[in-house]
């Protein structure tokens, strides 16, 4: 067996509104960028009524951190 050691960036961003005067959480973004530029992008919707309300936040926060993933792993 030989061992394989690989670099990876990781990267994180949330998706917030503002509830009552306070920044609230309802999406978390994930990416995984290897050596090669390959790149995993993943969300967790945390709030599900706060994402049913707010989609189009959620889809042009998404549509930034995946510009912003893809920056990093140029």
């Known amino acids: 067996i030989m061992l394989t050691v690989q670099k990876t960036i990781n990267v994180s961003?949330?998706?917030?509104?503002?509830?009552?005067?306070?920044?609230?959480?309802?999406?978390?973004?994930?990416?995984?960028?290897?050596?090669?530029?390959?790149?995993?992008v993943n969300y967790a919707i945390q709030n599900e009524e706060l994402y049913k309300n707010n989609k189009e936040t959620f889809k042009a926060d998404r549509a930034d951190f995946e510009d912003a993933v893809e920056s990093l792993s140029v």
């Open 13 to 40: 961003g949330v998706s917030s509104v503002d509830v009552e005067g306070k920044a609230t959480p309802f999406v978390y973004f994930n990416a995984q960028i290897q050596a090669d530029g390959k790149r995993s």
